[in-house]
């Protein structure tokens, strides 16, 4: 397989994570949620990830040293692919985390409805959205610290 045919499986891959994650999400299944799309997915991704890098890192140059070499070494497929491969690994491992902490809290799930599409398309950006949401509604504790009733333990 090409470096090209691996990146459009790995991509229908991890569309397929995010619609398990989305169907635990609302059938409330959480063992959905944190074993197949939190856990399982982002495991496999991570093997692919570390097979596009063994691929790819003998014949790639450049390095993580500067922005010019990052160039140099992202123009290799293979660690082109080995670093979008990261990206989906790891924003659907946050999406997986962000929806329990998204219960623990208890949150509404409407939240999830801007915050998961942002996670899978750009990551951080729905991390940050997370962030955001869970501080307002926390009143800027810690929401892994409050009480499951809501008040500061």
Excluded: K
């Excluded at 949620?33 to 991570?46: E, F, K, N, Q, Y």
């Excluded at 924003?91 to 902490?101: K, N, R, S, V």
């Amino acid at each position: 397989m090409t470096a090209a045919q691996v990146f459009s499986s790995a991509n229908l891959f991890a569309l397929a994570g995010w619609a398990i994650l989305v169907l635990a999400v609302v059938l409330r299944r959480p063992w959905w949620r944190d074993t197949i799309a939190g856990l399982l997915w982002p495991i496999l991704l991570s093997v692919l990830y570390l097979a596009a890098l063994g691929i790819g890192w003998g014949a790639a140059e450049g390095s993580f040293a500067s922005l010019a070499e990052v160039r140099a070494l992202f123009a290799s497929d293979w660690m082109l692919l080995a670093g979008w491969v990261h990206y989906l690994a790891f924003d659907l491992f946050i999406g997986a985390w962000i929806t329990a902490a998204v219960e623990r809290a208890r949150l509404s799930r409407l939240w999830l409805i801007p915050i998961l599409p942002l996670t899978f398309m750009f990551g951080p950006a729905g991390f940050f959205l997370f962030v955001v949401i869970r501080r307002g509604f926390a009143g800027g504790t810690s929401v892994e610290s409050r009480s499951p009733q809501g008040r500061a333990a």
